[in-house]
Nanobody, 120 residues
Framework: QVQLVESGGGLVQAGGSLTLSCAASGNIFSINDMDWYRQAPGKQRELVADITSAGHTNYADSVKGRFTISRDTTKNTVYLQMNNLKPEDTAVYYC??????????????WGPGTQVTVSS
């Protein structure tokens, strides 16, 4: 089995910073893309940033220049450094990873989410 667990969410004032972490554990042979999504109340889940196994990154226009995604392949962990946070960044943030297990099962996995609240 595979498990993703996010951490690092919380309450921060506008203009502040937070760093989210997501660690994958279990029967993992390799990890392809790792992504961060978010879902605000009453809105659809949206892609915030993603990073390939080669380290190539992609960001939503709303977070470009403020958020940075990175990963530590030795720890099967992806990070999201969030700077200059705005109230509109308030959401539950979810980690997603495309994982190949040792039994050759390839699937996309989600973490349970972590709440980020930005006060004005």
């Amino acid at each position: 089995q595979v498990q993703l667990v996010e951490s690092g969410g919380g309450l921060v004032q506008a203009g502040g910073s937070l760093t989210l972490s997501c660690a994958a554990s279990g029967n993992i042979f390799s990890i392809n893309d790792m992504d961060w999504y978010r879902q605000a109340p009453g809105k659809q889940r949206e892609l915030v940033a993603d990073i390939t196994s080669a380290g190539h990154t992609n960001y939503a226009d709303s977070v470009k220049g403020r958020f940075t995604i990175s990963r530590d392949t030795t720890k099967n962990t992806v990070y999201l450094q969030m700077n200059n946070l705005k109230p509109e960044d308030t959401a539950v943030y979810y980690c997603n990873a495309d994982i190949l297990q040792f039994n050759m099962r390839y699937a996309s996995y989600w973490g349970p989410g972590t709440q980020v609240t930005v006060s004005s």
